[in-house]
């Protein structure tokens, strides 16, 4: 195992950390050790990375996969990523937006480059902006076989949820429909510089080969997003009032009842599977 000194890479290289880039760097080397070694990585593993930092996972990474490409948004932290990293020589650092650079093509070069035969991705990830990386990778990232994430607890706990808990919500359903997520464990604040104000969990996703429904993806995730856009309200009456679906009060009563659902369910109590058998049932009727 690799040694980080967090407190000293900073000083040595006078950086000023970021808030809004969501940069709290791990400073707890089992902490470390304990991520990388749940992403499950071989001598025949890609790694993406997102979000180096000053490297503190990428070294650890490197050192068991065939090849790690790290894509770090920040610029003033390149020279001390790369003095950090310099011992070691199958590390592509990436100066750009994880959001704006396209994922397969990265996957694609470094793949050929690297002869690697599987993919992870590996994040301790900015909180600013969790969300859409996750869905950005789920949705449209084809050829990544895992992917374990560090983000804030409470939305590790929501990507987990059951129907039916306080938790549960357009993202419970959008992560369980794409993968198997499973919270592998707790951090606590004292182990990251600067300290953040939230708890952190480290989540693996393990991507399903395929959906457990086979539907229409827009139909499906419209219906999600309206189920959940009026949480207190009936699921008929915040599919009727989305006003996209084209459909009666009636006819969307009526296909409740067809799937054997109370006129008065809420959207919340539907699992990743109901919600594929409603996306069906409207789309038979040709609604959007
Ligand atoms: N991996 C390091 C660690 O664990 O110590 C740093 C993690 S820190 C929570 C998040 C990192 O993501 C920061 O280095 C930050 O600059 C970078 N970052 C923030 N937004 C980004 C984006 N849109 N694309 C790529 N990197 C980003």
Redesign the pocket.
Known sequence: MIKNN?LEVIKKHNLKL?KT??????NDDNVVKDIVNSAGIGNDTLVV??????G???KEMALMAAGVAA????RH?IPALKDNLSELSNIDIIN????KVDIEAIITEHKRKYNAAAVKVV???????TTP?IMKFLEEVKGVDGMVF?VQREVAQRMVSKPGTKDYGALSVAVQFYSEPKIIFDVPPHCFIPQPEVHSTVIRLDILSQPPVSVNKDLYFKLVKASFGQRRKTLVNALSNAGIFNKSKEQIKGILQDMGLEENIRGEVLSVEKFGELANAFEQGNTL
Do not use: C, H, K, W
């Open positions: 967090t970021t880039l969501g940069q709290n760097f791990l990375e997102i979000g180096p930092g000053i503190s996972m990428t894509v770090e948004i920040d932290l750009r937006d994880i959001m994040a301790n990830l900015p909180y600013y902006i990386i560090m």
